[in-house]
């Protein structure tokens, strides 16, 4: 029995009757007896109702952007965020990666993320930065650099004189006996015969010691006297001098000793 276009025929019932969802024919003669599918990422909602529905292949309907459909589909299907459709399946997007209905795409610099199927990456905070794509962490700043800024590809140099730990958000000025002297401008212990006071505002060189006084560690935040029998006559000392024959020192801090009366 010949059917005509949007209809085929149900040996069942020996009737003719609509294709069904997802199906079409646009032919009336029996080369094509039966209801044809209509292609992937098309759909066809139409469930045998009306048959000028199931006429032509244009009744198939191509999905949407971001969608897709098997054959012989009554509707099309979007996958969940934080996955991208792949043959007909949604599939989960990989860490270090964030998904849309449009696919799955890798996290850009200045970002992160450490969980499968996310639809988003995460921003790296102060104290970290992330300079390569699909990264599933961001990387802490290295010692004696900072960053104070969300999405940063590359950490800022202290500066001379001015340190940080690793993943710090902003510097410290050297501490007392340290200078900024070092490769760079880091922090470094002063020599000895040098100082560098907890409230000195020079943070990128030591002092010498005054004469009259001396220090020989490295390291200090002040300098120490000569005492009796000492003397310096000079800056800069790592120990002092004895006073010398005939001479003498009953006090602190001498630069010269007396001479015996």
Not at 107 to 113: A, E, I, K, L, V
Not at 130 to 156: F, M, P
Not at 186 to 192: F, L, N, R, S
């Amino acid at each position: 029995k010949t059917c005509v276009k949007g209809k085929q025929f149900n040996s069942s019932t020996t009737a003719c009757t609509i294709c069904p969802y997802g199906q079409y024919k646009g032919e009336d003669d029996r080369a094509t007896p039966q209801c044809q599918s209509c292609p992937r990422n098309t759909f066809l909602s139409d469930n045998g109702d009306i048959v000028d529905e199931h006429d032509e292949r244009s009744d198939c309907i191509d999905c949407m952007d971001g969608m897709f459909a098997k054959e012989e589909s009554q509707l099309c299907a979007a996958c969940p965020a934080g996955q991208t459709e792949m043959n007909e399946a949604c599939v989960v997007c990989d860490h270090g990666h964030f998904g849309n209905s449009t696919g799955c795409f890798q996290c850009p610099t200045g970002y992160s993320q450490r969980e499968n199927g996310s639809s988003y990456c995460l921003p790296c905070v102060p104290g970290e930065n992330q300079n390569e794509r699909g990264q599933i962490q961001c990387k802490d700043c290295l010692s004696n650099t900072y960053t104070n800024e969300t999405k940063q590809v590359a950490c800022k140099s202290c500066g001379s004189g001015k340190w940080s730990n690793p993943g710090s958000q902003s510097c410290t000025s050297c501490i007392s006996g340290k200078a900024g002297m070092g490769d760079g401008g880091t922090c470094e212990d002063c020599e000895a015969g040098q100082f560098r006071a907890n409230d000195d505002q020079v943070i990128t060189s030591c002092k010498f010691c005054a004469a009259g006084q001396y220090q020989d560690e490295k390291g200090q935040s002040s300098c120490l006297p000569c005492v009796s029998t000492q003397y310096q006559d000079t800056t800069g000392a790592k120990e002092c001098k004895q006073c010398k024959e005939k001479t003498f020192s009953n006090e602190t801090n001498l630069i010269k000793c007396h001479p015996c009366p």
